[in-house]
Nanobody, 127 residues
Framework: QVQLIESGGGLVQAGGSLRLSCGVS????????MGWFRQAPGKEREFVAA????????YYADSVKGRFTISRDNGKNTVDLQVNSLKPMDTAVYYC????????????????????WGQGTQVTVSS
């Protein structure tokens, strides 16, 4: 059974940065497609970033391009999300997700494509 544990969230002022980390256990990271999603109060869960299984290709939501960077360390079995230039609109619970299959095209942005989810880590950005 794959387990995901997020860490690194917190309270930060607008313009600040955080580094979110997702520790993966139960399966080697090199055989998982990984994604980050977020959910703000009263809103649906939305795609943030993803990295594919085989090529390590990265994908980003338009709202975070140029500010967020997803990276994976197959040796440490971790996936990080560096979040810079934070805005109050980035306030949300951030979730790490893993898929057993290699996701192509738009599937990486669909929550239903992922098999495993972490409990989430809260990011709060003050103005």
């Amino acid at each position: 059974q794959v387990q995901l544990i997020e860490s690194g969230g917190g309270l930060v002022q607008a313009g600040g940065s955080l580094r979110l980390s997702c520790g993966v256990s139960g399966r080697s990271l090199q055989y998982l497609s990984m994604g980050w999603f977020r959910q703000a109060p009263g809103k649906e869960r939305e795609f943030v970033a993803a990295t594919s299984w085989s090529s390590g290709t990265t994908y980003y939501a338009d709202s975070v391009k140029g500010r967020f960077t997803i990276s994976r360390d197959n040796g440490k079995n971790t996936v990080d999300l560096q979040v810079n230039s934070l805005k109050p609109m980035d306030t949300a619970v951030y979730y790490c997700a893993a898929a057993r299959s290699n996701l192509f095209g738009l599937r990486h942005a669909e929550a239903s494509s992922y098999d495993y989810w972490g409990q989430g880590t809260q990011v709060t950005v003050s103005s």
